[in-house]
């Protein structure tokens, strides 16, 4: 379990605690493309509704050869914490997103499992 990134139930978790706990929550539960080599790969929607969840902000996204790739903008800053999954990383275009449609690039049971993993369902 990660849950010990949590002090209170009002502190927010920071990005550096977030992005080193989320390298051991995600698993092929969370991402049909998951691998030990690349556990970043197809993580990116379940991620941004995670850290908005934690951290706040809004969802945004790049389009990409392969569809969108979702993020976040966190006190205006852009946190991408699947960044690692890409040889090269995008041109980012920060184009507004929502949940919803971060929600279509994974389903109910993969963000069910990336929110088990940090004791939120």
């Known amino acids: ?22 390298v051991q929550a995600w698993s092929r539960e969370t991402s049909s493309l998951w691998s030990p080599e ?11 509704l995670l850290a908005q969840e934690l951290l706040g902000g809004a969802i945004v996204k790049t389009h990409t050869a392969v569809g969108p790739h979702f ?12 960044a690692s999954q890409f040889d090269q990383l995008p ?19 993969q963000l069910s499992a990336l929110r088990r993993a940090f004791c939120l369902s």
């Not at 379990?1 to 989320?22: K, Q």
């Not at 690349?38 to 941004?48: I, L």
């Not at 966190?74 to 946190?79: A, K, S």
């Open 91 to 109: 041109t980012y275009q920060d184009l507004p997103s929502s949940r919803e449609e971060a929600e279509s690039d994974c389903t109910a049971e």
């Open 1 to 22: 379990m990660v849950a010990s990134i949590f002090r209170d139930g009002t502190e927010r978790t920071s990005v550096d605690d977030l992005a080193a706990a989320l």
């Open 38 to 48: 690349n556990p970043a790969r197809g993580q990116c929607g379940v991620t941004a």
């Open 71 to 82: 993020y976040n903008c966190i006190d205006g800053q852009r946190v991408d914490l699947t």
